[in-house]
């Protein structure tokens, strides 16, 4: 079983940036590609950005440009850079693999709030 832990969330204004991390229970992240997800009120979960064994990195269209994912296996860590922060972008945001497997459970995740 692996279970996550999010931080780095917080309050920032339109255009501002946070910087989130993630870390797990166990050593996974050389064994399997990362993301990072983000639910907001109301919506579906959603992957928002994703990381693979050897680095290659997608994105979803809204966040191309402005997020930014990357991982440390040395500190068994994975990064998700946010700049130019928009409204819209608020939301409890979450790390796991991708795809999701069975025993991967999910964290509490971080909340990121965009609001002037």
């Known amino acids: 079983q692996v279970q996550f832990v999010e931080s780095g969330g917080g309050l920032v204004q339109p255009g501002g940036s946070l910087r989130l991390s993630c870390t797990a229970s166990?050593?996974?992240?050389?064994?399997?590609?990362m993301g990072w997800y983000r639910q907001a009120p109301g919506k579906q979960r959603e992957v928002v950005a994703v990381?693979?064994?050897?680095?290659?990195?997608n994105y979803v269209d809204s966040v191309k440009g402005r997020f930014t994912i990357s991982r440390n296996n040395s500190q068994i860590a994975v990064f998700l850079q946010m700049s130019s922060l928009k409204p819209e972008d608020t939301a409890v945001y979450y790390c796991?693999?991708?795809?999701?497997?069975?025993?991967?459970?999910w964290g509490q995740g971080t909340q990121v709030t965009v609001s002037s």
């Open positions: 796991n693999t991708n795809p999701v497997y069975s025993g991967h459970y």
């Open positions: 166990n050593t996974i992240y050389n064994k399997y590609a």
């Open positions: 990381i693979t064994r050897d680095g290659s990195e």
